[in-house]
């Protein structure tokens, strides 16, 4: 939490701190304050030795590491984060990043009257109750997956700002019968296919906790690319204890079986037809190359959602035995858009604030094309820069004042 692998962007103030006090007689060790410094090579060595004996002893271990999600900006003369997102977070393919409400100082501190509505504790609490239950889940799968309770791997936690989309979540829920089913979230890029699949996922578990035959395990893939859906076979290999020497067969066979319950196969980024069409996959133990289309499991009562922006993939992926399923995903509603932005600015403005400037928040969405990832991502910039672009207003401003800056380097007249 906060962790400065690469150090902090505050070393320097400290080495002043210390000069100070040196100057004024009293006995100091700089040693400390000079590692913290940004980028530091002591750092940069614990870190690397931390990852060799991360990959040797624990390959899979999960890592969770959470963020600073405020700067200093209530602190007079100090702005920005003390420990940047490059540097807090430890840059391995089993990491899940996120962040908690506050700045450095803050960020680990929660209030013990307030924590029934607290986000930072909701989330924090949610990462390591899906840590325990793996380790659980690990433990007991020897006896049985019914005895152990479903398995959940899921690499995001839920987002507590959530808004909208339930008619594709509505139909995403209708696939999953009692036979087995294939869908594909589809859309452009930012649009928000995964963040509606992760919402499924948790609103599934929330039916198993109150209907027994609702319960679902739950696996991610990310298949970008086939190294990366490569490492995650192999996690969820190593999950259910059982041999990584032939992935695909043995993956295949156990969610297959009876052993495995029923089962819901999230596969994000389904992109690339290459990844699940070609021969990419070496066997260990025979001297041949598989297609991984061959091994996507069936079972009655399960089923597979991927998430793709390659409508012809998505064609084909879920085209097994079935008529092709697709659940188009487009840019959000504009009174959506307008609750995702005032709800991620609720905890810096106040809201009768926001509703007077809600023209602007209006013309804000549509220049975003009310793209959920755009929107986000400007919330958060308004969020943690709450001086000078602390709301949509100011915000608009500086979007237009950058886009006359880059038409009029466009219209600059070059000699060749």
Wanted: aromatic share 10%; with cysteine; proline share 4%.
């Amino acid at each position: 939490m906060g962790t400065p692998h690469r150090g902090g962007n505050y070393g320097s103030l400290g080495k002043s701190a210390e000069r100070v006090v040196r100057y004024l007689g009293f006995d100091t060790n700089d040693s400390i304050i000079r590692d913290l410094r940004s980028k530091s090579t002591s750092f940069e060595i614990i870190h690397e030795e931390f990852l060799r004996i991360l990959k040797k002893l624990a390959p899979l271990l999960p890592i969770y590491s959470f963020q600073e999600e405020d700067g200093l900006a209530a602190v007079q003369g100090l702005t920005g984060k003390v420990v940047d997102d490059d540097s807090s977070k430890l840059g391995y393919c089993y990491e899940t990043v996120a962040t908690l409400p506050g700045n450095h100082k803050e960020m680990c501190r929660f209030d013990v009257y307030s924590w029934c509505n607290n986000p930072g504790y909701d989330r924090l609490f949610q990462a390591i109750s899906t840590y325990i239950n793996n380790i659980k889940v690990s433990s007991k799968l020897g006896n049985g997956l019914s005895e152990a309770g479903p398995v959940v791997q899921l690499p995001f936690g839920r987002d507590p700002h959530f808004i909208g989309r339930e008619n594709e979540l509505k139909q995403m829920r209708s696939f999953l019968a009692d036979e087995f089913s294939e869908c594909a979230v589809v859309g452009l890029g930012g649009v928000g296919k995964t963040q509606v699949t992760v919402e499924f996922a948790y609103r599934l578990l929330e039916e198993g906790t109150l209907d027994n035959r609702s319960r679902h395990s739950i696996f991610w893939l990310h298949a970008s690319s086939a190294s990366r859906l490569e490492q995650g076979l192999k996690y969820i290999a190593k999950t259910l204890g059982f041999s990584t020497a032939d992935l695909l067969p043995a993956i295949k066979d156990w969610f297959c079986g009876e052993q495995s319950g029923r089962w819901l196969l999230i596969i994000d980024n389904a992109d690339d037809e290459d990844v699940f069409f070609d021969d990419l996959f070496q066997s260990r133990i025979e001297s041949t190359k598989w297609r991984l289309c061959d091994f996507l499991p069936k079972k009655h009562g399960c089923g597979i959602i991927y998430t793709s922006r390659n409508r012809t993939c998505a064609l084909r992926l879920t085209s097994r035995g079935s008529p092709a399923r697709l659940i188009m995903v487009n840019p959000m509603e504009k009174g959506e858009a307008i609750r995702l932005i005032e709800s991620g600015l609720s905890a810096t403005l106040d809201v009768k604030y926001l509703e007077s400037i809600r023209e602007y928040t209006e013309r804000l969405v549509e220049t975003l094309d009310r793209l959920p990832l755009a929107l986000v991502q400007a919330t958060a910039m308004m969020r943690e820069n709450d001086q000078e672009i602390r709301d949509p207003k100011a915000y608009l401003k500086l979007y237009n004042e950058m886009k006359s800056e880059q038409r009029r380097f466009l219209e600059e007249p070059f000699v060749d």
